[in-house]
C-alpha cells in the first residue's frame, strides 16, 4: 500500500513568529543568531530537545533584557523545547517574559497578536494545574480590558485564546461564551480586527454546533471562512484551511455529510496550495480527514495516515504533547471501527497513559477516555469484573462534571447494564438500565433549559437515541413482570418532555418580576409577531435574509431569558409506574405508545452502536389501575407497516370529498379495507384485558397521532365509539401533576369572521364565508354559559380581528370558529409559523403583498392570519379549554416522543389545559352541529372527552336515519378530537 505522503516543514515555520529580517550575533559564541535558531530547530524536529533548550538557554542568558523580535523569537522557541522536554516550570517562566513583553508593546493602534497567552495556558495545563492555566488567561483578559478597554482586538484575542484553553478542556459551555464575545468584541472593535474576528467566528461555530445551534453556527462558519479569505487576500493559507477544517466538522455534526466531505477536501486542497502549513493547523487537518475516512469505512487509508501523523505530531511537537495522545486515542477509534479490538484496546490504554503523563491522572477527559476504554476491552474479551470496574470509574469521574459529563456518565451506565444483561445477569442489568434511565431525565431537565429553543427536540432526540438499547432489552424479556414494569416507567417518564418545559418557561417569564425582564419578554414577543409575516399565508414581504436575522435576534432574546430563568425552572419531577396506576379510575385503562429504535440484542457490536440496528417500532404498554391485573409490553410491529397503514387510512378519507363517492359502495369497501388494515395493525394487537375497561386513555407518538382511534372497530366489528370513551394524552404524567386552580375570566366565541375586512377591490378569496359558523355560535351559547356561569364574549363578523383574540386574558373557554391551515413547506420555517387560523382581515393577503412596507409594520397591522407562533405568545394561563372548530388543526410537524408541533401544542404551550382539534376538512354545517352537540353535553357536566363522544354519536345516528348507513361516513362525525387531562371538567365550505 502507499504511504501518503506528509507536507514538509519549513525550516522557519514556527508557529509564534515570522523569521527574523537580520542576523544579529549571538553573544553566546560568536556565532550569528539565525544560524543559532536554525540549528536549534534542527535538534527539536530530530527530537534532541534537551541539546536544543541548553544551547537556547546560554544564547538568551547573553542577550539579557533584550525583548526585542529576534530576543522574542528565540524565547519562544526556547519555551518550545522546554516543553517538549517536559520542563514545564522553565517554560512556563519563558512563555511569562514573552507574554509581559507582548503585553508591554501593545498599543490603541495594535491590531497583530502573538501566541504568547495560548503558549502560557497550555504550558501551565500541561504541568497538571488545571485551575491555575485558566486563571492566566482570565487575568491577562482582565489586565487588557482595564489597560486598552472594553471594545479594543487585544481584548477580543483574549477572549479568543481563553475559548481555545476551554475548549481543550472540554468546557464547551464556557468555551462558546468566551468566542461569542470574542466575535462581539471584534466586531465593533477600533481599530478593527478582521484576523481575530475570523478566527473567532471559527471556533463560536465549532461550539455552537456542540450545543446543538446548528442553524446558526453554519452562519458564523460560512461567515468566518468568506472573512478569512478575504484577510488572505484570496491566497491559500493555513488559517484559511483551519477555517474550511471547522466548517467541515458543523456541517457534520449537523449530519451534512457529503458537504462535510466536500468542505474539508477543500481545507486539504488549500493547505497543499499554502506551500508552507503551519504544523497546528496541519496537525489538526490530517486528524480530521482521518476521523472521516473511520467513519466512512476507509480503515486502511485512516490507519496508514494516523500512523504517519503520530510520527509527524512526535517529531514536530516532542513526544510529550497532548496532540499524539489525540492521534492515539483516533488509532484505537479505527482499530474498534475495523474489529481489531486488541490493537483498540493497546492504542487506547497508551493514550490514556500518555494524558494521565502529561496532566496527571484526574485530567478533565480522562472520564471519556476511561468510557471508551471499557468498550474497547470490553470487546477485545476482557473479564467482565474488569470491565465492570473501568465503566464505574469512568461514571464517577463524570458525575458532577458539567457539560460532557452526563453523556458519559450516561453511556458508562448503559454499557454497563448491556454487558451484564447480555451475560446472563439480567435482574443487574435492568438495575443499571433503570440508573442510566433516571440519568438521562435529569440531564434532560437540567441541560434542557440552556438550549436554544428551536434546537431542544433535535438535543432530546441526541439525549434519547439510546433509549432503543434498554426498551429491546425489556422487549426480549417481557414475559417478566419487573422489566415490563420498569420500561414502562421510563416511556412515561420520557414523553413529551420538551413540552411541558416549554409550557413552564412560557408562563415563568410571563410572571417576569424585573422591568429589564419583561422588557426583554415584550421584544421576543415582538419579534416572533415580526416572524410571523412570513407564514406561508402571511405578508411574505421580507427577503430570506430578513427572516434570519429575525432568527438570530429570536436566539439572542431567548438566550437572554434561558440565562435569567433556566436555574429557577422547575425540573420535571420523576414519575413511578405506581403513581400513574393509583389515578387511573376503576374503569380507565392506559395505552401508552412509543415508537422507538429497535436492536437486536443478541448481535452485539461496536461499529457506532452497541447493538445491531434493526429499524423503528412501535410498541404499547396496556397499563391497568392499581391492583386490577398487570402492566402488558405488546409489539405493534415495523413502523414502516404500522404508519404505512395510517397513511393509506387517511388517503382513503381525504379521497371521500370526490363528487359522487360518498356513499358509493365502493367507497365503502375502501373506507372498511382501510380501517381493518389499520386496526388489525394497532388495535388489533392489544392484549383482551383492554376490553374489560369503558375508557381507554392514549398517549399517541409520532404518526400515530393522526389516527382517529374512536373510528376504528373493535373485535366486534363496531366502531370504537360505539363501545368506548377515548380519550388521548400529549403525555401520562398529566395524570400526575396538579394545574392551577386560579380564577379565569367568562368564555370567548370567536365566528363567522369576515375575511374581506378592510379590502376595497379585488381580494384573495383564500378564505371563503363561513356562514355555519354564526349559527354555531347562537347554538353553542347557551350551553357555554350554563358550563362557566358566565355570559360568553361574544366576536363575531368584523370584531373577529386577530388584535382582539391576542389580547385576551385567561378566558375559561375559548371556542374558534373559522378556517384553519397547516402547511408543510416551507420546512426551514418552524411549524409554529406554518400553522394557524384566519381571521377578520385575512383575505387583505394580496394588498400587502403588492405594496411594499417594513416587516415591522406588517407585524403591528395584524394581517388577519393568527399564527401558532403568535397564540405561543398570548396568555391562557388559566384556561381550561380550548375548540379549534377548524380544518386540519390537529395537523402539523411530528417527532418522536414530543406529539405534533401545530396550533394544539402552541395553544398547550400558551397555558390551555384542554384542545380540541380536528384531523382533516369538515363540512361547515356538520361542524355547527357536533359543535352544538358537544357544548350541550359539557354544560350537563360531561368531561370533554365524554361529551365529545356523545357529540360524534348523535351525529352519526342521525345521518344513518336521514341518509341511511353509508352516509354515516366518519369523515362527517370522527375529526375532531380532544387532548388533555381526562378527569377535567374543561377539558358548504370547510374550515
Known amino acids: 500500500m502507499n504511504r501518503p505522503k506528509l507536507p514538509q516543514l519549513a525550516a522557519s515555520s514556527s508557529p509564534t513568529s515570522p523569521p527574523p529580517t537580520s542576523s544579529p550575533t549571538s553573544p553566546a559564541s560568536g556565532a550569528p543568531l539565525a544560524d543559532v535558531l536554525r540549528q536549534a530547530r534542527e535538534w527539536r524536529l530530530a527530537g534532541e530537545n534537551q541539546k536544543a533548550a541548553a544551547s537556547l538557554t546560554k544564547a538568551a542568558e547573553q542577550l539579557g533584557e533584550s525583548r526585542d523580535a529576534e530576543a522574542l523569537e528565540l524565547l519562544r522557541l526556547l519555551g518550545d523545547v522546554q516543553r517538549r522536554a517536559g520542563q514545564f516550570a522553565e517554560a512556563e517562566r519563558v512563555f511569562r517574559m ?59 484575542d483574549a477572549h479568543l485564546q481563553l475559548g481555545n484553553l476551554l475548549l481543550m478542556l472540554d468546557q464547551v459551555d464556557s468555551a462558546n461564551e468566551q468566542f461569542l464575545q470574542c466575535v462581539d468584541v471584534a466586531r465593533s472593535a477600533s481599530p478593527p480586527a478582521p484576523q481575530v474576528l475570523a478566527a473567532g467566528l471559527s471556533l463560536s461555530a465549532r461550539t455552537l454546533a456542540q450545543l446543538w445551534e446548528y442553524d446558526r453556527a453554519t452562519s458564523h462558519a460560512v461567515e468566518g471562512v468568506k472573512l478569512q479569505h478575504e484577510v488572505d487576500g484570496g491566497k491559500s493559507t493555513p488559517q484559511l484551511a483551519d477555517a474550511l477544517r ?89 482499530y474498534l471501527a475495523a474489529d481489531l479490538d486488541d490493537y483498540a484496546c493497546t492504542f487506547q490504554r497508551k493514550a490514556m497513559d500518555h494524558y494521565a503523563l502529561l496532566f496527571g491522572d484526574s485530567y478533565p477527559n480522562r472520564a471519556a477516555h476511561l468510557l471508551f476504554y471499557g468498550v474497547t476491552c470490553d470487546a477485545s474479551g476482557h473479564k467482565d469484573e474488569e470491565v465492570a ?125 424585573s422591568l429589564e425582564m419583561r422588557q426583554v419578554a415584550q421584544d421576543l414577543r415582538n419579534v416572533r409577531e415580526q ?40 425540573p420535571d419531577r420523576w414519575r413511578t409506574l405506581a403513581e400513574i396506576r393509583e389515578r387511573l379510575g376503576p374503569d380507565e385503562v392506559l395505552i401508552e405508545i412509543s415508537r422507538i429504535r429497535y436492536y437486536d440484542v443478541e448481535k452485539r457490536r461496536f461499529e457506532g452502536s452497541v447493538y445491531l ?83 381507554w386513555l392514549i398517549c399517541p407518538d409520532h404518526l400515530t397521532w393522526l389516527v382517529p ?45 369576515n375575511f374581506n375586512l378592510g379590502v376595497d377591490g379585488p381580494t384573495f378569496e383564500r378564505f371563503g364565508p363561513l356562514p355555519g ?100 405568545n398570548m396568555n391562557l394561563r388559566n384556561t381550561e379549554l380550548v375548540v379549534l372548530s377548524a380544518c386540519e388543526s390537529g395537523l402539523g410537524d411530528i417527532s418522536t416522543g414530543e406529539g405534533v408541533a401545530g396550533l394544539r401544542q402552541a395553544f398547550q404551550q400558551a397555558g390551555a389545559k384542554s384542545v380540541v382539534a380536528s384531523l382533516w376538512p369538515v363540512p361547515d354545517d356538520t361542524t355547527a352541529t357536533i359543535m352544538a352537540s358537544f357544548f350541550k353535553h359539557l354544560g350537563e357536566g360531561d368531561p370533554p372527552a365524554l361529551a365529545l363522544r356523545k357529540a360524534q354519536l348523535t351525529l352519526k345516528e342521525e345521518l344513518t336515519e336521514s341518509q341511511g348507513e353509508a352516509f354515516s361516513h366518519p369523515v362527517y362525525w370522527a375529526p375532531f378530537v380532544v387532548s388533555g387531562p381526562p378527569g377535567s371538567r374543561s377539558s358548504s365550505p370547510t374550515r
Not at 420500561?487 to 409550557?503: C, I, P, R, T
Not at 404505512?644 to 370526490?658: E, K, P, R, W
Not at 389499520?678 to 392489544?686: D, H, P, V, Y
Not at 363575531?796 to 397547516?822: I, N
Request: charge should be neutral.
Open 389 to 513: 470496574r473501568i465503566y464505574e470509574e469512568a461514571r464517577e469521574l463524570a458525575a458532577g462534571a458539567g457539560f460532557g459529563g452526563e453523556s458519559v456518565a450516561i453511556d458508562a451506565s448503559m454499557n454497563l447494564a448491556t454487558m451484564y444483561s447480555t451475560s446472563y445477569r439480567a435482574g443487574r442489568g435492568r438495575a443499571e438500565f433503570n440508573r442510566a434511565m433516571r440519568l438521562i431525565h435529569d440531564a434532560i431537565s437540567d441541560r434542557m433549559p440552556k438550549v436554544a429553543d428551536r434546537y431542544r427536540v433535535r438535543f432530546v432526540n441526541r439525549m434519547t437515541e439510546s433509549l432503543g438499547q434498554p426498551l429491546a432489552m425489556a422487549f426480549r424479556e417481557r414475559n417478566k413482570q419487573v422489566w415490563v414494569d420498569d420500561s414502562a416507567e421510563w416511556a412515561l417518564n420520557f414523553k413529551g418532555l420538551v413540552s411541558d418545559v416549554l409550557a413552564k418557561e412560557t408562563l415563568q417569564l410571563r410572571d417576569a418580576k
Open 246 to 334: 471547522q466548517l467541515s466538522y458543523v456541517y457534520y455534526l449537523d449530519s451534512k455529510h457529503s458537504q462535510s466531505v466536500e468542505t474539508l477536501e477543500d481545507a486539504m486542497r488549500t493547505m497543499r496550495e499554502s506551500g508552507n502549513p503551519a504544523c497546528r493547523e496541519l496537525v489538526l487537518l490530517l486528524q480530521s480527514w482521518s476521523h472521516l475516512m473511520t467513519r466512512t469505512r476507509q480503515r486502511n487509508r485512516a490507519e496508514v495516515l494516523l500512523r504517519d501523523l503520530l510520527d509527524f505530531a512526535g517529531k514536530v511537537y516532542g513526544e510529550n504533547h497532548y496532540f499524539v495522545a489525540n492521534i492515539q486515542s483516533n488509532l484505537a477509534a479505527n
Open 773 to 872: 359558523t354564526a349559527r354555531e355560535a347562537v347554538a353553542v351559547e347557551p350551553h357555554l354559559k350554563r358550563y362557566a356561569d358566565a355570559a360568553p364574549l361574544l366576536m363575531l363578523d368584523s370584531d373577529a380581528t386577530e388584535e382582539r383574540v391576542k389580547s385576551l386574558v385567561s378566558p375559561r373557554v375559548l371556542l374558534l370558529s373559522t378556517h384553519g391551515f397547516y402547511e408543510s413547506f416551507p420546512s426551514n420555517q418552524p411549524a409554529a409559523v406554518r400553522c394557524g387560523l384566519a381571521l377578520a382581515g385575512a383575505n387583505h393577503l394580496r394588498r400587502w403583498q403588492a405594496e411594499p412596507d417594513s416587516v415591522e409594520a406588517i407585524a403591528n397591522a395584524n394581517d388577519g392570519i393568527l399564527t401558532g407562533l403568535e397564540v405561543t
Open 531 to 570: 416572524m410571523a409575516a412570513f407564514s406561508p399565508l402571511g405578508a411574505q414581504i421580507g427577503s430570506a435574509d430578513e427572516y434570519d436575522r429575525l432568527r438570530g435576534r429570536e436566539d439572542e432574546l431567548s438566550a437572554k431569558i434561558r440565562e435569567a430563568f433556566h436555574d429557577s425552572v422547575e
Open 709 to 753: 382511534w374512536h373510528a376504528l372497530r373493535d373485535q366486534d366489528g363496531r366502531y370504537l365509539i360505539q363501545s368506548k370513551n377515548v380519550t388521548c394524552l400529549t403525555t401520562s404524567r398529566t395524570l400526575v401533576t396538579p394545574t392551577d386552580a386560579l380564577p379565569a375570566n367568562p368564555p370567548v366565541i370567536v365566528a363567522n369572521p
Open 613 to 695: 440496528w434493526m429499524g423503528m417500532r412501535y410498541v404499547a404498554w396496556v397499563i391497568p389501575p392499581a391492583n386490577v391485573g398487570t402492566v402488558e409490553l405488546v409489539d405493534l410491529g415495523p413502523a414502516p407497516e404500522v404508519e404505512g397503514a395510517i397513511s393509506n387510512y387517511l388517503s382513503v378519507l381525504q379521497q371521500t370529498f370526490a363528487p359522487g363517492v360518498i356513499g358509493s359502495a365502493e367507497s365503502k369497501r375502501h373506507l372498511a379495507e382501510a380501517t381493518g388494515t389499520l386496526t388489525r395493525a394497532t388495535l388489533g394487537k392489544l392484549p383482551p384485558s383492554v376490553r374489560g375497561f369503558g375508557h
Open 98 to 156: 514573552c507574554a509581559a513583553a507582548s503585553e508591554s508593546s501593545m498599543t490603541a493602534a495594535t491590531t497583530e497578536f502573538t501566541f504568547d497567552l495560548r503558549d502560557l495556558g497550555e504550558t501551565i495545563l500541561m504541568s497538571g494545574d488545571v485551575p491555575r492555566a485558566v486563571e492566566s488567561l482570565r487575568d491577562a483578559l482582565k489586565s487588557r480590558k482595564q489597560r486598552l478597554g472594553e471594545r479594543h482586538p487585544a481584548v477580543a
